[in-house]
Nanobody
């Protein structure tokens, strides 16, 4: 399994941008499907975006056209570029890694998780 550390969150005004990063340990990062999920207070963790090990990307409808997921396998790093942020994007964001198949929209398809980074968007 890989160990993940996600960072880059912060406080931003609506309409602003942030880039989240997720640093992974281990030599097999390039073979993992990677994802970003988020959890707002009182809500379940929800899918944001995912990228397969062959770089096919998936997005939640709520972020499509605003967020971009990417990966740099040489640096063992996953990114989430977030533009045109809205107050409803406020949540703790988690990166995740999985290799055992299943729907990339599901939390259960990912076995390794970062500790989470807070994103707060003010109106």
């Amino acid at each position: 399994q890989v160990q993940l550390v996600d960072f880059g969150g912060g406080l931003v005004q609506a309409g602003g941008s942030l880039r989240l990063s997720c640093a992974a340990s281990g030599r097999t990062f390039s073979r993992y499907n990677m994802g970003w999920f988020r959890q707002a207070p009182g809500k379940e963790r929800e899918f944001v975006a995912a990228i397969t090990w062959i770089r096919i990307t998936y997005y939640a409808d709520s972020v499509k056209g605003r967020f971009t997921i990417s990966r740099d396998d040489a640096k063992n790093t996953l990114y989430l570029q977030m533009n045109s942020l809205k107050p409803e994007d406020t949540a703790v964001y988690y990166c995740a890694a999985g290799r055992d198949g299943g729907s990339l929209y599901d939390v259960s398809s990912f076995g390794s998780w970062g500790q989470g980074t807070q994103v707060t968007v003010s109106s």
